[in-house]
T-cell receptor, first 112, second 117 residues
Framework: KAGVTQTPRYLIKTRGQQVTLSCSPISGHRSVSWYQQTPGQGLQFLFEYFSETQRNKGNFPGRFSGRQFSNSRSEMNVSTLELGDSALYLC???????????FGPGTRLLVL | AQTVTQSQPEMSVQEAETVTLSCTYDTSENNYYLFWYKQPPSRQMILVIRQEAYKQQNATENRFSVNFQKAAKSFSLKISDSQLGDTAMYFCAFMKGTNSGNTPLVFGKGTRLSVIA
């Protein structure tokens, strides 16, 4: 089976812009979770989607949003980018969200 | 809230030797899972091993094994016959067990392991 894929792998944006990241889960997996990784804060949970519904959300501002499509692919959007949004954004998929999560290669976002 | 603590920010080991990475966690839950993930320089997060809290037997995966001490809330990872490819950041992670919904992974800060030739 193909693993979790994320696009794009690298992204450079300027403050105030918005960005959309994409994640395709492992075939058959219906749960997609997003995490932000920074040197200062480590790995933090953003949100989880299952069957096109957001089931769980971490402690991030409303500028961070996401959605999931009927084929389980998920997108994450960050509006009005700030310098502090520079991070590695990791997507993970699992069958139903209560099992082992498998991670994609990440999208590295740099905000200038 | 659950917390995961990795007290060793950096470690090094000689090739072919054995190394143990420490992890402690704090929870009031009785049903949960513990994981070790490896993140090499490529930044891809790779599952190393998983332990169910209800299982007394320690999980093993080839050269990787854990020492799970539930009462002490300790979950260490032992890497035997260390190889250069084991050089990576290792994260300990906790997940509540549930039959429905989603419980996110809670990660420790990581231990950077360097395997030296």
């Amino acid at each position: 089976k193909a693993g979790v894929t994320q696009t794009p792998r690298y992204l450079i944006k300027t403050r105030g812009q918005q960005v959309t990241l994409s994640c395709s889960p492992i075939s058959g997996h219906r749960s997609v979770s997003w995490y932000q990784q920074t040197p200062g804060q480590g790995l933090q949970f953003l949100f989880e989607y299952f069957s096109e519904t957001q089931r769980n959300k971490g402690n991030f501002p409303g500028r961070f949003s996401g959605r999931q499509f009927s084929n389980s692919r998920s997108e994450m959007n960050v509006s009005t980018l700030e310098l502090g949004d520079s991070a590695l954004y990791l997507c993970a998929s699992s069958l139903r969200g209560v099992e082992t999560q498998y991670f994609g290669p990440g999208t590295r976002l740099l905000v200038l | 809230a659950q917390t995961v603590t990795q007290s060793q920010p950096e470690m090094s080991v000689q090739e072919a030797e054995t190394v143990t990475l420490s992890c402690t966690y704090d929870t009031s839950e009785n049903n949960y899972y513990l994981f070790w993930y490896k993140q090499p320089p490529s930044r891809q997060m790779i599952l190393v091993i998983r332990q169910e809290a209800y299982k007394q037997q320690n999980a093993t995966e080839n050269r990787f094994s854990v020492n799970f001490q539930k009462a002490a809330k300790s979950f260490s990872l032992k890497i035997s016959d260390s190889q250069l490819g084991d050089t990576a950041m290792y994260f300990c992670a906790f997940m509540k067990g549930t039959n429905s919904g989603n419980t996110p992974l809670v990660f420790g800060k990581g231990t950077r392991l360097s395997v030296i030739a």
